[in-house]
Nanobody
Framework: QVQLVESGGGLVQAGGSLRLSCAAS????????MGWYRQAPGNERELVAI???????NYADSVQGRFIISRDNAKNTVYLRMNSLKVGDTAVYYC?????????????WGQGTQVTVSS
């Protein structure tokens, strides 16, 4: 069973930075597209960034140029470096992964980590 465990959330002032980490269990990670979503109160969960097993990345327009997603396959870990944080980035951030060879496209999710940006 795939397990994803996030860490690194917290409280930061606007303009500051945080780095989120997500550790994945087993051999799943090397063949998975990994990503970060976020959900603010009253809003739907939205995509923040994804990274394929080959290292290709894609970002939401709202974070392009401020956030960087990366992965360390040796550590089975995906990161989200968040710079120039805004109050509007406040949300619960969820790590997700999908096996690129799984035709069912099943997504696995972490438990979420809270990011709060104060003005």
């Amino acid at each position: 069973q795939v397990q994803l465990v996030e860490s690194g959330g917290g409280l930061v002032q606007a303009g500051g930075s945080l780095r989120l980490s997500c550790a994945a269990s087993g051999s799943f990670f090397s063949i998975a597209t990994m990503g970060w979503y976020r959900q603010a109160p009253g809003n739907e969960r939205e995509l923040v960034a994804i990274i394929t097993s080959g290292g290709d990345t894609n970002y939401a327009d709202s974070v392009q140029g401020r956030f960087i997603i990366s992965r360390d396959n040796a550590k089975n870990t995906v990161y989200l470096r968040m710079n120039s944080l805004k109050v509007g980035d406040t949300a619960v951030y969820y790590c997700t992964g999908v096996n690129e060879y799984d035709f069912t496209n099943t997504h696995y999710w972490g438990q979420g980590t809270q990011v709060t940006v104060s003005s």
